[in-house]
């Protein structure tokens, strides 16, 4: 671009601007230069600095054609203060300045969508209303290098209310344009960009499916990258209704926000394909969104209120049609469950689920359009009932996104469980109304749902809270561009989990009106948490600003014990409820749940209490039977570590696999493992019972959570030896049961847990005969993904046919999957060259779609190579800053995860890799990514506090 100020030696100039100013100060009487032109006089300081930009980048300026100097910056004060340019990302300064200044906003944006090139060439035309004329008007858009670092994007032709501008500055992903070309009133700005696309690493993607040689690009603008493709106001409280006109290739198909309203194919003006789409109703700019290629779209047979159909790329219209009528059934149910709870209409005028191959989430709720990972809906597996079900949580969450999130959206990031968790919470709620499992009596319907809601939200949720990394559910945000750092367990599992106890706490029916009250307010808007409680508050006639204020900003969680005694005549003559802060910061919490008191009769009896102090003495339950055991969260209304005492704990553990009720059994689990986590409970002795159990256990999701946890502590808390003796009593039991479990969900089950646990020579030799067709089980069909699964699984053991069976099935599975499932196999391989290879490809090579790299995360640090991959630790670490810069949302803590995780095998090299975190972590870090990397080595923190303390009783 013309005029860069970064190829004219931006030194030179700068230091010749001072001594132009320290001139002009000294004829003038001795003024200090700062006072003459302070923004100008502060840039030029920063230059001078090595590392001025936290980026690692000395930030670079651009001026727009036309331009000579950027005095005229300094000329014109910006929004925030005269003495500051805008910093790179949105500072919530800027946010708040702009918002104030700028209202009804629209664009209209045409974008030329050529799958041959990596640049897209655009044209936007941006109008609003302008309160002020005081200050310039700052747009966001920037662009990567070649190495993912932030640079000014590349605009021309720039005009304000049709005349043309030569004055604007482009700086630190900002372009800057002086108050003196707009008016009080209606405005608009046009200008034409130019802007990347890439499989990786950008948030408009391409993706190139080598099963037929289609093309398809899409778009991922959350949380800010919408600046990244086109100029525009890149916050969430600056709605927008937007105008598309996308440029294709003639046989292409496109899908946006709204309905087409026009597609013209090659003609003699324009070559390939012109899709023009209606305007929006009011959207942020991360929630506009676009696809394009030969896709395939399917809609419901009959009619239905608001139009639906499911994209897929035409490479997979076969494979998704078995599952259309079950998607459009739900999402059919789902809409109707919505729209009668929260009393408002469908807000947009269709909705499309568009499947995406490579996509980083499960789903993004774009208004309208919502995008999903393909994976999560088109099974590559023989699926169980719990996948069924995990893929109609994740339908229904980003189905009520379209209301808490689109149609209601937060202010700021720093809300973002504003939807996220009430997405969660209200996918489970549909499923409890809408979901009825002929297999389960009605009085167990409900139940069922919510048990999955603890399993798939509390452990994880409790797992973080416990952690010095944790944080609290509100995370303030003083830019957007580290919002991506707010995404995580404390927003997706617990805010839910919270949801959940407030609507306990002041009642259902006051909590479904308080959410209508804040949908009916603040739609097509923004808002704030506060705002969410004022609404419960009107709802319920009660005072809640103590609760959610100890709720939603203190981090951490209650760990309530209990002091229960009985008297000789087996009766309660004390009974008190205490609480302590787990992180040991001081912090009270306002508790309400209910407590089981399980007979020994088999009458149990429940009572609901409350407190927010210290301690409750509950002097009502004195006199009463002696318990078998106490329960202190029955039917998990509350949140929080609530452990057995130790009376209780022996109980439990005598009668576990006995109790009938499969969501009292599957909490007493979850207080069994807390007391394992918090080394009150020998590894080996919790191995020994959860085997004990596993032998007559019939719950296909409580068999699923248990092998997963007794993997957990084979892994990473058992010694050696222990495992040695141990592993070939779990590796029969998994054989066992997957040929001989009465149901076949959970044959499926057990045949995943032998396919990751298979490490012996026996366990092997079944593994390849399961492979080669010659051992099967009735119902369990082994599809192409569970044989590259097998195939890592060899390799990772170094089984000595691994090798061949690799390259068989390279030839066996040419597919595009085949490639992405080759690269993870591979991974898994125990040898030096191989991990130095994929890691200089994880950091190195752009090519390799992110989808890729996360997959093969764990096979590259499998748990039995802790000795191969040490070496690898300390340069992932090192790489932090540029993984969270250039990687999307919940990729760093995937990285952490994995490599962090990857050395807990043994105690040698367990507590060697916390000696080189805990050295890392006394560096110079940002807070965020400390307390990541605090969050995800507390676990290996307590592998070596339990392998201690149970020594070779482990």
Known sequence: MKGTMTHRSPGRYLLFCLLLLQFLGTALGGTEPEALAPGLYRFAQNREKPGANASGSVPSSSILPGSVLPVSIVQTRTPMNTDKYPEEGVSSELAIERKARIADLRYRISFDLNPDSDRIHGSAEIAFKLASTSDPVILDFRDLDA???????????????????????????????????????????GLDFESGSAAAGRPVIQYSDKDDGSRYIYTLFVPMDASLAFPCFDQPDL??????????????????????????????????????????????????????????????????????????????????????????????????????????????????????????????????????REDAIIFRTTPTKSDRMGRASLILHELAHQWFGDLVTMRWFDDLWLKEGFANYMAFHAMASINRDPDLPLDRQESDIWRRFYQRHKPLAYAIDS?????????????????????????????????????????????????????????????????????????????????????????????????????????????????????????????????????????????????????????????????????????????????????????????????????????????LWDAVREAGMAPAEYSALALRALSVETDEE???????????????YLSPERRRSMGPEIEALCFDKMQKATDAGLRITWFRAFRSLAGSPEARSQLKKILAGEITAEGVEIKQLDRWRIVSTLLAYGDAEAEALLAAERKRDTSDDGRKQAYI??????????????????????????????????????????????????????????????????????????????????????????????????????????????????????????????????
Request: net charge positive; aromatic share 10%.
């Open 239 to 372: 709605k927008a209704r937007f105008t598309l006109t996308l440029k294709t290739p003639e046989d292409w198909t496109a899908f946006s926000n709204e309905k087409l309203i026009e597609a013209e194919s090659g003609n003699k003006v324009t070559t390939g394909a012109v899709h023009r789409f209606g305007q929006t109703h009011p959207i942020s700019t991360y929630q506009f969104a676009f696809a394009a290629g030969p896709f395939r779209a399917f809609s419901p047979a009959g009619k239905s209120g608001v139009p639906l159909r499911l994209i897929v790329r035409k490479s997979q219209a076969a494979k998704v049609e078995e599952h259309l009528r079950e998607v459009f059934k739900l999402t059919s149910q789902g809409m109707r469950h919505f729209i009668d709870y929260f009393d408002h209409r469908f807000p947009f005028s269709k909705y499309d689920q568009v499947l995406l191959p490579g996509f980083a989430y499960g789903g993004m709720e774009h208004a309208g359009a919502t995008f999903l």
């Open 147 to 189: 190495n993912g670092v932030v640079i000014n994007g590349r605009v021309s032709a720039v005009t304000i209310n049709r005349v043309k501008v030569t004055d604007a500055v482009h700086l630190h992903g900002h372009i800057l344009l002086p108050a003196a070309h707009f008016k009080t009133g209606e405005n608009a700005i």
């Open 467 to 671: 952690t010095r990394g944790t944080t609290p559910i509100y995370q303030q945000v003083s830019n957007l561009k580290d919002a991506k750092s707010a995404y995580g367990a404390i927003v997706y599992q617990k805010a839910p989990s919270l949801l959940r106890a407030l609507s306990f706490h002041i009642g259902e029916e006051a909590f479904r009106s308080g959410v209508r009250i804040f949908l009916k307010g603040h739609a097509y808007g923004n808002a704030e948490w506060n705002d969410l409680i004022r609404a419960f508050e009107e709802a319920s006639s009660m005072k809640l600003g103590a609760w959610a204020s100890a709720w939603v900003k203190q981090r951490g969680m209650p760990q309530i014990d209990i002091d229960c005694h009985c008297n000789e005549k087996k009766r309660i003559d004390r009974f008190e409820l205490r609480q302590h802060d787990v992180l040991n910061e001081g912090s009270l919490w306002p508790i309400k749940t209910r407590i089981l008191l399980f007979g020994e009769d088999g009458k149990n009896e429940r009572i609901t209490v409350e407190f927010g102090g210290p301690s409750l003495k509950v002097d009502g339950l004195i006199g009463k039977p002696c318990p078998a055991f106490l329960f202190l969260n029955d039917g998990d209304f509350g949140y929080g570590r609530f452990m057995l005492d130790a009376r209780s704990h022996k109980a439990v553990i005598k009668r576990i696999d006995t109790i009938e009720d499969p969501f009292l059994r599957t909490m007493l689990w979850g207080a």
């Open 825 to 954: 196999a591979e991974a898994s391989r125990a040898d030096a060259p191989t991990k130095r290879r994929y890691f200089e490809g994880f950091t190195r090579d752009r090519s390799i779609p992110e989808d890729w790299v996360e997959g093969s995360l764990v096979n590259f640090n499998h748990w039995n190579q802790s000795v191969l991959t040490a070496e690898w630790l300390v340069p992932a670490l090192a790489l932090l800053p540029q993984i969270k810069r250039e990687r999307k949302i919940f990729f760093v803590l995937a990285w952490l995860n994995a490599f962090i995780g990857g050395q807990q095998s043994d105690t040698a090299p367990a507590k060697a890799a916390l000696e080189e975190v805990q050295t890392f972590l006394s560096n110079t870090i940002d807070r965020d990514l400390e307390l990541k990397i605090l969050e995800v080595a507390d676990e290996l923190q307590r592998t070596v506090r339990i392998r201690d303390k149970f020594g070779s009783a482990n």
């Open 702 to 716: 409580l068999t699923g959570s248990l092998l997963d946890r007794l993997m957990r502590v084979y892994t990473r």
